[in-house]
């Protein structure tokens, strides 16, 4: 029975609290370049995975950010099935064998909770109607003050936030180029171009962060590039599967995830590479593009070989 949910009001405030919980050190500047005042980001009544910038503002759907959270959850559903898995296999020098993969005990289990949680996401984004869905019981739903039971969810909304910051940010770029009528004559670099500036403001001052958190600069730099690859993944998903080539005002995805991975500002840690190559295995299988073998000397490696599957 589907019921009411938990509606989400003052969405400017909510995305400010976003992009602070994913970058604090650049509260300052985030309130000198976006403000502070309402109608910054608004919802608008549609029924659909809708979100952009238009007339100086970012206009989006409570759909939109559901799907966010939701294909985050997914992601790290993936990280559950292939972690330990690729984790293996990189330091065993193994090939990823996909019938040796499926044959592991739990496998099954593990990649239909990634299919679950991917297949509700599907629900809602092509349903269009938040009253008649079911929200899955396995998932928390969003709420304003988030508490999780397990670590797992706990690491998935935090990849969640990161995510939801990075789309955000890009969005802002897009208003900035608009505001300050500098825009790129070209659709699709500009698109580039937000995607570059996104990742910037995440990872540009984290050497200050690490200062004031205590935590190592590697730790925070992983953490963050982990949620912008989940927003890459998202992508991925929200993104119809005739589009996926490019259009004239939209860059192919497979570029726009193979140049975030390429344009990484200091090496990642294993870790990264683990998740990220989680990530592209579950979302390959899901749509029946994963070889029988493929050969791979690093986590690193076998993302980028994942990508050009995609």
């Keep these: 029975m589907a019921?009411?949910?938990?509606?989400?009001?003052?969405v400017s405030e909510a995305v400010d609290r976003l992009l602070v919980g994913a970058a604090p050190e650049r509260e300052a500047e985030l309130a000198e370049l976006?403000?502070?005042?309402?109608?910054?980001v608004r919802l608008i009544n549609a029924d659909r995975f809708d979100i952009g910038a238009s007339y100086g503002v970012i206009q989006t759907t409570e759909i939109t950010l559901r799907e966010i959270w939701l294909l985050s959850f997914a992601a790290w559903r993936a990280i559950e099935a292939y972690s330990g898995i690729i984790w293996c296999l990189t330091y065993g020098g193994l090939p990823f064998n996909w019938d040796e993969v499926a044959a592991l005990d739990g496998q099954q289990a593990a990649d239909d909770a990634f299919d679950a949680a991917l297949s509700k996401a599907r629900d809602l984004r092509d349903g269009g109607n938040?009253?008649?869905?079911?929200?899955?019981?396995e998932i928390p739903e969003p709420a304003v003050e988030n508490t999780f039971s397990n670590i797992h969810d706990a690491a998935a909304f935090q990849l969640a936030c990161i995510a939801a910051a990075y789309i955000f940010?890009?969005?802002?770029?897009h208003v900035q180029f608009g505001n300050e009528g500098n825009r790129p004559s070209d659709p699709c670099i500009e698109e580039l171009e937000c995607d570059r500036c996104a990742r910037s403001f995440l990872f540009e001052k984290i050497d200050v962060y690490a200062q004031q958190s205590g935590e190592p600069v590697e730790s925070i730099r992983a953490k963050r590039a982990l949620g912008i690859a989940v927003a890459k993944t998202i992508l991925l998903e929200v993104t119809p599967l005739t589009l996926w080539a490019g259009t004239d005002s939209h860059p192919a995805v497979g570029l726009r995830v193979k140049s975030f991975l390429e344009d990484l500002a200091a090496p990642a840690t294993d870790s990264f590479w683990i998740g990220v190559a989680s990530f592209l295995a579950a979302t390959c299988r899901s749509r029946g593009r994963l070889p029988p073998r493929i050969n791979f000397g690093s986590a690193r490696e076998l993302a980028f070989l994942l990508v050009e599957l995609l």
């Design 130 to 137: 938040l009253n008649s869905f079911e929200w899955p019981r």
């Design 169 to 173: 940010l890009h969005e802002i770029q």
């Design 34 to 40: 976006w403000g502070l005042g309402k109608n910054r």
């Design 3 to 10: 019921r009411e949910m938990n509606r989400i009001d003052d």
